[in-house]
């Protein structure tokens, strides 16, 4: 599957339980290296790594103390792609199973993105990188993800000015993803994502939600943004799985911005392919050619849970089977934090989306009763304490 089979194959992203899974379905049982080490992920791996941040020191110098004695193979998710100086390392150093620096920077540098997505005769949003008088705009941040770093020009919270920000024209429309595989020689698009966000955010107001693997287009819109998809690959040579946001907005496509890196979406398709999706990923980055998918009908989303208030998990859940991303006993979340996340495969758009909502609002309620209830019994075991402490000075006297 890889070359110098014997060589670890090592993920390292955010969080990286939704490739660990997939490679686990190719027979591949990586070392992971992320922030939460969740419990699911260390199941898929054969070795976890916590890390405290994803800066390209630590990272680097966390791989060395793994003592491997095979130079391993690097593939990377979110957290990963907007650091260009931990991408240049990581491609120099190891063998990188994902898109190189100078792909990268194509599509996260919006001066270079816009400005070719203009060449190339893409529309999109309107952009610009000195501050708007009218208030229709967003402030967007150059390395943002999930929707974090996403405001409102008129927020008062916008207060990260700088130049790692730029302004998009804010549109109304139907937002949707294009999840696609490409190599040196084609493109597969893999479908197409409805995708929506978290209501009421005051914050963060396009913060992700989640995502399902439907979403209509015309032939004609079909063509048109495959045509777009191989004219952006062809210039910047990006390769394995990629991901590209849109809005449909008055019968007219508008893209957003592309992810030159496995997206949540790679969970919806994952099981359509024998060998799952992070193996056609490795195929781009090793001349190989892509696996047929198995024909399927299902309907499949996913939905992020997020801490409703400040919360511990004081002990380890019997999570359901359609909670992934399962976090470890002990964890602390501040409120509007992602705890987990929530799978549901339906016969519609409509349903699923329907149970997840349902599944959130039980592991919502369960999560904060739980806390409560721990907290109360704490409160208990304390005041008893000082109860006793109390009889035991008067019993003294």
Not at 308 to 318: F, G, H
Request: hydrophobic share 35%; proline share 4%.
């Amino acid at each position: 599957m890889v070359e110098n089979g014997n060589a670890p194959v090592i993920v390292v992203a955010r969080s990286a339980r939704l490739i660990a899974e997939s490679l686990q379905r190719a027979g591949i049982k990586p070392i992971v290296l992320d922030l939460f080490g969740d419990v699911d992920t260390q199941l898929h791996a054969t070795h976890c790594c916590l890390l405290q941040n994803l800066s390209a020191d630590h990272i680097i110098a966390t791989i060395d103390s793994l003592n491997l004695k095979k130079k391993p193979y690097i593939i990377y998710g979110s957290g990963v792609d907007n650091n260009s100086d931990l991408l240049e390392q990581l491609g120099f150093q190891f063998y990188l199973l994902g898109n190189n620096v100078d792909s990268v920077r194509w599509v996260r540098n919006p001066e270079l993105f816009f400005g070719l997505l203009d060449d190339l005769g893409i529309t999109h949003p309107a952009v610009r990188f000195d501050r708007p008088l009218a208030v229709n705009w967003l402030l967007k941040r150059n390395n943002h993800e999930g929707g974090t770093g996403i405001t409102f020009v008129q927020c008062p919270e916008t207060s990260f000015l700088d130049d790692q920000c730029y302004y998009q024209k804010q549109l109304d429309g139907e937002a949707f993803s294009v999840l696609f595989l490409a190599n040196d020689n084609s493109c597969r698009i893999i479908g197409l994502n409805s995708q929506w966000v978290v209501d009421d955010n005051r914050q963060y107001p396009y913060l992700f939600r989640g995502v399902i693997n439907r979403f209509e287009l015309t032939r004609k819109h079909f063509l048109r943004i495959s045509r777009w998809i191989e004219n952006i690959v062809s210039v910047t040579g990006l390769k394995g799985l990629n991901s590209l946001d849109c809005l449909l907005v008055d019968n007219e496509i508008m893209v957003l911005e592309l992810n030159p890196r496995p997206s949540a979406s790679v969970s919806l398709y994952d099981s359509d392919y024998q060998y799952g999706l992070v193996k056609q990923q490795i195929a781009s980055f090793t001349g190989k050619s892509w696996d047929k998918p198995i024909e399927q009908q299902q309907v499949n989303g996913c939905w992020v849970c997020y801490a409703p208030c400040d919360l511990m998990i004081y002990e380890q859940i019997d999570w359901p089977t359609w909670v992934v991303d399962q976090p470890l006993a002990g964890t602390v979340f501040s409120q509007g934090e992602p705890v987990c996340t929530l799978i549901a495969t339906e016969t519609s758009l409509t349903e699923v989306k329907q149970t997840l909502r349902q599944r959130c609002d039980i592991i919502t309620r369960n999560i904060t009763r739980s806390t409560f209830n721990q907290i109360a019994s704490l409160s208990k075991l304390d005041n008893d304490n000082d109860s006793g402490e109390k009889h035991e000075q008067h019993c003294q006297c």
